[in-house]
C-alpha cells in the first residue's frame, strides 16, 4: 500500500499555501486518471495529494474575446458541447477518444495537458487551435502559448507553485475548420500510435493560414511550422497537401516504440496530414 494524505482546498489561495507548506512531496490532482495510474505504477510517490476537485470555477466553456476553457473543464463537457462541435472540431475529436466515457466524464483537459505526454489526445487540438495556457500563481497570472509549454516527456513550464487554470483559444480560430485524428488499433481505450491535427481557413481556392500539430511525433506534442509555412498560400489541391505532409513528416523525430515503429510514423503523418487538411476543409464548407 502507498500512503498518502488527501486535502481538498476550497479556493486557489488555499492551493498556493498547501504548495507552499508540504512543497516537492505534494502532488496535485485534478480527475486522478492520469497521476493515480502513476501512484500505482510508483513513478511518484507523493506524502500529499492536493485536490483541484473543488474549485469548480474553472469548469467552464465560453467565448467573448477569445474562447476560454476551464482547465477542470472534462473530456465529456468538451465532448457535448455545440460550440465546441462545430468550432473547434479538432477539440472534440481529441475530447471524445480519451478512454472511456466513465473516464472522460472525470477526466479534465488541464491535467492532460499538464501530464505533458506526447500522446496527450488534446494537445494536438489545441495546438493546431493556437492556444495559451494561463498559469496563476503567488506572484499572480501569466500566459505561456502551448507550443512553449512542454519542455520534455512529462515536463512543462509551469512551475511548482503554479496551478494551470485556463486555455485562450483566439476567438479568430473558430473561423478555421479543423480535425484531428488518432491513429491507433483499436478506436478507444488505447494510447495513439500517432496524432495529427490540422486547422485552416481558405482564401478562395488557396489556403490563406494553416496550423498542424503533431503527437507522438516527437518528444512533446508539436507544430511543423514549416509546413504550415510551405502551405499557405498555396492552392488546396492534392499535390500541395502531399508535399506539405512529406515537410511535416520531415520534422517529426518519433522513436520506436511497442506501439509503432519511428519510419510506420512518418508514413503516417505524410499520410493523414492531408485527409485532415480535407477533413477540416469540409468541416469548414458545411458549416
Same mark, same amino acid.
Given at each position: ?7 481538498k ?27 493515480m ?37 472534462t ?41 505533458? #505526454?506526447? *500522446?496527450?489526445?488534446?494537445?494536438? =487540438? !489545441?495546438? /493546431?487551435?493556437? +492556444?495559451t495556457?494561463? $498559469?496563476? %500563481?503567488? @506572484? ?19 512551475k ?52 498542424? #500539430?503533431? *503527437?507522438?511525433?516527437?518528444?512533446? =506534442? !508539436?507544430? /511543423?511550422?514549416? +509546413?504550415?509555412?510551405? $502551405?499557405? %498560400?498555396? @492552392? ?50 458545411n458549416?
Amino acid at each position: 500500500m502507498i500512503d498518502y494524505d488527501y486535502l481538498k482546498p476550497k479556493n486557489l489561495q488555499e492551493v498556493f499555501s498547501l504548495l507552499e507548506t508540504y512543497g516537492e512531496r505534494a502532488a496535485l490532482i485534478a480527475g486522478g486518471t492520469d497521476v493515480m495510474v502513476s501512484i500505482r505504477s510508483r513513478k511518484i510517490a507523493p506524502e500529499v495529494l492536493i485536490s483541484l476537485r473543488g474549485l469548480e470555477e474553472f469548469s467552464y466553456i465560453n467565448k467573448s474575446d477569445a474562447y476560454h476553457i476551464g482547465a477542470l473543464t472534462t473530456h465529456r463537457m468538451l465532448e457535448t458541447s455545440p460550440m465546441v462541435q462545430n468550432e473547434l472540431s479538432a477539440l472534440y475529436d481529441g475530447a471524445s477518444q480519451v478512454g472511456s466515457v466513465q473516464i472522460r466524464n472525470v477526466a479534465t483537459v488541464g491535467g492532460n495537458i499538464c501530464n505533458a #505526454a506526447p *500522446s496527450a489526445d488534446t494537445a494536438g =487540438p !489545441l495546438l /493546431a487551435l493556437d +492556444a495559451t495556457a494561463v $498559469l496563476q %500563481g503567488p @506572484e499572480g497570472i501569466r500566459k505561456v502559448p502551448l507550443a512553449e509549454f512542454f519542455t520534455g516527456p512529462s515536463q512543462t513550464v509551469k512551475k511548482p507553485d503554479e496551478v494551470l487554470v485556463e486555455f485562450e483559444i483566439p476567438v479568430e480560430m473558430g473561423e478555421f475548420g479543423s480535425a484531428y485524428h488518432k491513429h491507433s488499433r483499436r478506436k478507444a481505450m488505447d494510447l495513439p500510435i500517432l496524432g495529427v491535427a490540422v486547422s485552416l481557413k481558405l482564401d478562395g481556392q488557396r489556403i490563406a493560414d494553416v496550423r498542424i #500539430a503533431l *503527437s507522438v511525433a516527437a518528444p512533446t =506534442p !508539436l507544430r /511543423a511550422r514549416k +509546413a504550415e509555412e510551405y $502551405l499557405r %498560400g498555396k @492552392e488546396l489541391d492534392e499535390r500541395s497537401l502531399n508535399e506539405g505532409g512529406k515537410i511535416a513528416a520531415q520534422e517529426a523525430s518519433p522513436r520506436d516504440s511497442l506501439r509503432g515503429k519511428a519510419w510506420y510514423r512518418k508514413e503516417m503523418i505524410e499520410t493523414f496530414v492531408p485527409r485532415m487538411a480535407l477533413r477540416a476543409l469540409e468541416r469548414l464548407k458545411n458549416r
